[in-house]
């Protein structure tokens, strides 16, 4: 059964900066793509930053520029550096990694941005 351990999450003031990681429980390099979603209160979960086996990197519009997904291989860990935050930021994040038709989800970190 894979696992995916988020952490990094918390309160930050507008303008201000957080890394997510998320941690898998079998090597990443098994998943076509791991990535990050985000679900705010009301709204329907959205793809925020991708990556392929092959490093290929896809971002949503709203966070283009600001926000940059790596991997580390070795560690079997995603990041997600998240910087110029805004207060529409806020939500609570998930991993996700994918590997044909399977699908898995972490429990979620909240990232709070506020004054």
């Known amino acids: 059964q894979v696992q995916l351990v988020e952490s990094g999450g918390g309160l930050v003031q507008p303008g201000g900066s957080l890394r997510l990681s998320c941690t898998a429980s079998i090597m990443i390099v098994s998943f076509d793509s791991v990535g990050w979603y985000r679900q705010a209160p009301g709204k329907e979960r959205e793809l925020v930053a991708q990556v392929t086996l092959s490093g290929t990197t896809n971002y949503a519009d709203f966070v283009k520029g600001r926000f940059t997904i790596s991997r580390d291989n070795a560690k079997n860990t995603v990041y997600l550096q998240m910087n110029s935050l805004k207060p529409e930021d806020t939500a609570l994040y998930y991993c996700?990694?994918?590997?044909?038709?399977?699908?898995?989800w972490g429990q979620g970190t909240q990232v709070t941005v506020s004054s």
């Open positions: 996700n990694s994918r590997h044909m038709t399977q699908n898995w």
